[in-house]
């Protein structure tokens, strides 16, 4: 993973974006523009380039390529700055089937992955509400600062598969066959509920700073682990796999594992849906997400770039001043932006701020 800086960024037939050159600053980016010009579509295409994916879920090329697109090909080109200050280009062209990228205007096989969070203001809602939201949550975040995480993760669900596979045949005559794949989960599922627990302990302190930093109040934020493996070794976790196998030869599929965790979000002990109202909700998850990048630097002694997507709706003028306040304090470069004329009077005011424009998917740079 490479710890770039974003300086310049031209994309042809992306959604209703315009080929015109966007040039941002090191620090904070503003994007400005009513609704349905574009903006979210920038933060999109500058995820695209560092991920090769779009942060939407169940987004893929067809629904990217402009519906006005004469090729059915998507055409990147952007200026990056690097960690130790050098400047180089990667361009691409994207289609349905393959893709093909460019260091310096040279071919390069594989493009490197470049570190970016997106924060948009559906997230804190589904991360309250939804158990397979906060499951990706930590899968994603999680597997983007530990390849030990990624990888492990990889291989369980493989065999997870398999398993499955096997066990929806009738008769069962592959029991033999299941209980080998057995003894890998509960050697997979060992390492991922350790990482996993490493991760929610290591939040923790980070999440309590955020919330104190940015909303001026203490709180303690804990993310908690669910998981029936916590604490058990690799043996009784096998031992678990034993015990319940005639139970999914019966379902015909696996009905429990580390697939299956949940986490419970705690705002002062309190499970945090239950307990907070939605602008403490939102406060919670946007104090989790920069205690994550404020673990990601802890880690990597680098910053992502951080994508921040309109999330003013239920903060007050009060806590989004001091959430610009701590953007402005830190040096991670930030594209954020806002349809919210009072929100955006707040942003025009940073000093030294690089301001964009979108209309109809044109930009101006200001
Ligand atoms: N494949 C596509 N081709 C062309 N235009 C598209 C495509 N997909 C979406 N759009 C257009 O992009 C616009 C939406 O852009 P975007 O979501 O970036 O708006 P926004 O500025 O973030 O608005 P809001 O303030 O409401 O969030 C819409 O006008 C939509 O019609
Ligand atoms: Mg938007």
């Known amino acids: 993973m490479e710890f770039y800086k974003l300086e310049k960024l031209q994309v042809e037939n992306f959604r209703n974006l315009s080929s015109d050159t966007i040039e941002f600053s090191q620090a904070i980016n503003c994007i400005f523009g009513e609704n349905g010009n574009g ?13 090769k994916k779009s942060f939407r879920k169940n987004t893929s090329f067809p629904q990217i390529l402009s519906v006005e697109s004469e090729k059915p090909e998507i055409l990147f080109n952007s200026a990056w700055l690097t960690d130790n200050n050098q400047r180089l280009s990667i361009s691409g062209k994207v289609s349905s089937v393959t893709s093909s990228w460019n260091l310096n205007s040279r071919p390069i096989k594989s493009k490197p992955k470049l570190a970016s969070v997106f924060i948009n203001p559906f997230d804190s809602y ?25 990888d492990v993760l ?39 509920t350790d990482l996993r627990m490493e991760f929610v302990e290591q939040l923790g302190p980070y999440c309590k700073m955020t919330f104190k930093i940015i909303f001026e109040q203490v709180h303690d934020l804990q993310l908690q682990l669910q998981s029936e493996f916590i604490g058990s070794t690799q043996e009784e976790i096998r031992e678990f796999y034993r015990q319940n196998l005639k139970k999914d030869d019966i379902n015909g599929r696996t009905t429990y594992g580390i697939h299956l965790d949940d986490y419970l979000f705690l705002f002062d002990g309190f ?35 951080v994508l921040i997507d309109d999330v003013s709706g239920e903060l007050d003028s009060r806590r989004w001043k001091n959430l610009i306040e701590y953007l402005e304090a830190k040096n991670f470069q ?14 025009e005011k940073i000093k030294n701020s690089n301001k964009i424009y979108v209309d109809g998917g044109s930009i101006g740079n200001l």
């Open 39 to 51: 903006k979210t579509n920038i933060l999109e295409a500058i995820f695209f380039l560092c991920n």
């Open 334 to 347: 930030v594209i954020i932006t806002t349809a919210n004329e009072n929100f955006k009077q707040e942003l």
């Open 126 to 150: 589904g991360f309250h509400t939804t158990p397979s939201f906060r499951r990706n949550w930590v899968d994603q975040h999680l597997s983007l600062i530990s390849k030990e995480y990624k």
């Open 271 to 305: 499970n945090s849906f239950e307990f907070c109202s939605l602008g403490q909700q939102k406060m919670s998850y946007l104090s989790l997400i920069f205690a994550y990048i404020e673990l990601f630097r802890y880690k990597f002694s680098s910053y992502p770039i």
């Open 154 to 192: 990889s291989r369980y669900n493989q065999s997870l598969k398999f398993r499955n596979q096997l066990l929806s045949k009738k008769p069962s005559s592959y029991l033999q066959q299941v209980e080998a794949i057995d003894d890998q989960l509960a050697y997979y599922s060992k390492i991922v």
